[in-house]
């Protein structure tokens, strides 16, 4: 396994939390990681452009001096949907120029975390979704489930979209990014039904602690 596609149950699961940490566990194994964020609505004009926090608390963590552009070649200023956010400017979202993207981040680096935008199933255009884009790249897939009420249903869903899209789901993580007294007998359920190793149960952290140390996960198997 090189590089990995993180997806999330939801949005505001912890995909971002997740990929920085697993960039930072890469980086400890000894690889040069670089990110990605493909597609990003939410972001701030600056006078450099459009940016996105997502994208740039990735890139922070990254050990690799990253074109902005590369790393977020789609980014919307509206906190909405990609696809309507895409056509409110009249921008088309392109599969092949996210692919020529990643191909420039993979030949410079050993390992590409890259970061998908809401849930599995995320449109992108009229016709394709983020799947479509983790299958175009053809990586692996972690999945980031935010332990709340709900959580079951939508972990199971996306597990069998994601064996249907004959992508690998190299395993799953808990995050437990709100507080849930049902935490511990949702994160046992969830480890029986979902036929992937759990890379790890992340406890409620504060904002300055890493989620890597609760990780477990081999980038160079
Ligand atoms: N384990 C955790 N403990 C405490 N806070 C967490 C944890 N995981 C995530 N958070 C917080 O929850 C919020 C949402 O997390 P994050 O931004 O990583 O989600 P996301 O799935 O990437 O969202 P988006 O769909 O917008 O990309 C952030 O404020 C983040 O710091
Ligand atoms: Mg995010």
Redesign the pocket.
């Known amino acids: 396994m090189t590089s990995v596609f993180v997806s ?1 149950t ?11 940490a697993l960039v930072e566990l890469f980086q400890q194994q000894g690889l040069q990681v670089a990110v990605m ?1 493909p597609i ?1 609505s ?1 972001c701030e004009m600056t006078g450099s452009g459009l940016r996105n ?2 994208a740039l608390k990735l890139i922070e963590q990254s050990n690799l001096a990253l074109d902005y552009h590369v790393v977020n070649p789609y980014s919307f200023a509206l906190a909405i949907a990609p696809h309507i956010a895409a056509k409110q400017v009249n921008e088309d979202i392109d599969l092949a120029v996210i692919k020529q993207c990643f191909s420039q981040l993979q030949q410079r680096s050993d390992s590409v975390v890259v ?1 998908g ?2 849930g599995w199933l995320v449109p992108i255009n009229d016709t394709e979704t983020m799947a479509d884009l983790a299958k175009s790249l053809a990586l692996p897939v972690i999945l ?1 489930v ?1 332990i709340k009420l709900g959580c079951i249903n939508h972990a199971l869903l996306t597990v069998a979209a994601i064996k249907q899209s004959g992508l690998v789901l190299q395993g799953w993580v808990a ?4 507080h849930n007294d049902q935490a511990e007998e949702i994160i046992s359920t969830l480890d029986k039904m979902i036929f992937a190793p759990c890379l790890g149960s ?6 300055q ?1 890493s ?1 890597a140390e609760f990780l477990v996960l081999n980038a160079n198997q």
């Open positions: 999330g939801d949005t505001d699961v912890g995909k971002t939390r997740i990929s920085v964020k990003a939410g926090d997502d970061e935008a809401g980031v935010g995050n437990q990014c709100e992340v406890p409620f952290l504060s904002e602690q989620a």
